[in-house]
């Protein structure tokens, strides 16, 4: 089983939508989350934090629930320049300081 | 100021090859990270630099594969005797510092093809 899993998509959703992406990690020993979005044959970029309390930037907030282990961002108000794959990551006690990256989410915000 | 650059951007290479990456991660950065991302897949973590420690190879899938780095500069991973299945985008990353609390900024990757 793998330590991320993310629904692969495709999620096409119409422009203002909002739209939420789900990510599970079956190590406990988690410490870290973060969202990274990745636009289509670029380099992933480190989009938001994950924190316990949840936390919010602009449009997309960020939630981590440690009792269910899962991970979770929320898009509001959807841009077509929002349109990318959405990597979840993690960062494990015992993983050597490397990050752990799940396959992604792809989305694709349409007019 | 500069990112993290990589060459070439594309390489194509018969199999049996031998091939060689290159990385320049972002002056100052200590840490830097090599990562593979084959096609509709998440990345996977090769081997991990910081400072003047000893590199962490964990994820190095074969000993084919091997990296080096000149102090905190430049880094070349080099896979020997390529095969199809080294068909991926290899990214590096570099960061201040080791760890969560530094963000990781990717180069652009080298997407490699071994026919």
């Known amino acids: 089983r793998k330590e991320v899993e993310q629904d692969p998509g495709p999620f096409n959703v119409p422009e203002g939508a909002t739209v939420a992406f789900n990510c599970t990690y079956s190590?406990?020993?988690?410490?870290?989350f973060f969202w990274y979005r990745q636009d289509c044959r670029k380099e992933p970029k480190l989009l938001m934090s994950?924190?316990?309390s949840g936390n919010e930037d602009g449009r997309f907030t960020a939630q981590l629930n440690r009792a269910s282990q899962y991970i979770s961002l929320l898009i509001r108000d959807s841009k077509l320049s929002d349109s990318a794959t959405y990597l979840c990551v993690g960062y494990f006690s015992g993983s050597a300081r490397q990050l752990t990256f799940g396959s992604g989410t792809q989305l694709t915000v349409l007019p | 100021g500069a990112g993290v650059s990589q060459s070439p951007s594309n390489k194509v290479t018969e199999k049996g090859k031998d091939v060689e990456l290159r990385c320049d991660p972002i002056?100052?950065?200590?840490?830097l990270y090599w990562y593979r991302q084959r096609l509709g897949q998440g990345l996977e973590f090769l081997i991990y630099?910081?400072?003047?420690?000893?590199?962490?190879k964990s994820g190095l899938p074969s000993d084919r594969f091997s990296a080096e780095r000149t102090g905190e500069s430049v880094s070349t991973l080099t896979i020997q005797r390529t095969q199809q299945e080294d068909s991926a985008v290899y990214l590096c990353?570099?960061?201040?510092?080791?760890?969560?609390?530094?963000?990781?900024?990717f180069g652009p990757g080298t997407r490699l093809t071994v026919t």
């Open positions: 002056s100052g950065h200590t840490a």
């Open positions: 630099f910081q400072g003047n420690s000893a590199p962490d």
């Open positions: 994950v924190y316990s």
């Open positions: 990353a570099s960061s201040l510092g080791g760890g969560p609390s530094y963000e990781q900024y």
């Open positions: 190590n406990s020993a988690s410490q870290s």
